[in-house]
């Protein structure tokens, strides 16, 4: 069955520090992967995706994750976390369709300065 | 440009009554889904809208839950017979469609079921 599974439900990290976000997702297929970022009262917004090529993707706001399909991870990275960073983050897996998404129960993010 | 919208923003109903959730998908876009997403939980999928094709509801929790899409734009999700286990954020995305593109999400409608 699909599933993404975010092991850390909350994670606190100091301003300046460096941060990665963990994701392993479960897939029968080659997996299209998502990070979207919920700020509170906000939607949620897309931060980057994976759907081949180059497994280390660049995103919005200095997000980085890479795609290590071994270990069937997706984990996301930023080497210097800024206080509005602060929100939910979503790993998110998608079936090559398009009809379907499976996210992770997310994790929140606490900086403190 | 105008991104997807949703209303209402908040709604509480009474135990046993039904209630209606609108989206509107950003314009051109062929792809609409809707997602439940509770206290403390992730995202959990419920319908998805792909042009006139006919919708995918394996995520619909119950029969109390429906969903149509009008001419390709606007969805609404009802709620017949609301029971407390309901109360959640509902957020509708949309996508360009076809594959796999990335989901842009409305601020979502949070009910409370009392």
């Known amino acids: 069955a699909q599933s993404v599974t975010q092991p850390d439900i909350h994670i606190t990290v100091s301003e300046g520090a460096s941060l990665e976000l963990r994701c392993n997702y479960s897939y029968g297929a080659t997996p299209y992967l998502f990070w979207y970022v919920q700020s509170p009262g906000q939607g949620l917004q897309l931060l980057l995706k994976y759907f081949s090529g180059d497994t280390l993707v660049q995103g919005i706001k200095g997000f980085e994750a890479e795609f290590k399909r071994s270990q069937s991870s997706f984990n996301l990275r930023k080497p210097s976390v800024h206080w509005s960073d602060a929100a939910e983050y979503f790993c998110?897996?998608?079936?090559?369709?398009?009809?379907?998404?499976?996210f992770g129960t997310g994790t929140s993010l606490t900086v403190i300065p | 440009g105008a991104g997807v919208s949703q209303s209402p923003s908040n709604k509480v109903t009474e135990k046993g009554k039904d209630v209606e959730l609108r989206c509107d998908p950003i314009s051109g876009h062929t792809a609409l889904y809707w997602y439940r997403q509770s206290l403390g939980q992730g995202l959990e999928f419920l319908i998805y809208?792909?042009?006139?094709?006919?919708?995918?509801k394996s995520g619909l929790p119950s029969d109390r839950f429906s969903a149509e899409r009008t001419g390709g734009s606007v969805s609404t999700l009802t709620i017949q017979r609301t029971q407390q286990e309901d109360s959640a954020v509902y957020l509708c995305?949309?996508?360009?469609?076809?594959?796999?593109?990335?989901?842009?999400f409305g601020p979502g409608t949070r009910l409370t079921v009392t």
């Open positions: 809208f792909q042009g006139n094709s006919a919708p995918d």
């Open positions: 998110a897996v998608g079936a090559p369709s398009g009809n379907q998404f499976y």
């Open positions: 995305a949309s996508s360009l469609g076809g594959t796999v593109y990335e989901q842009y």
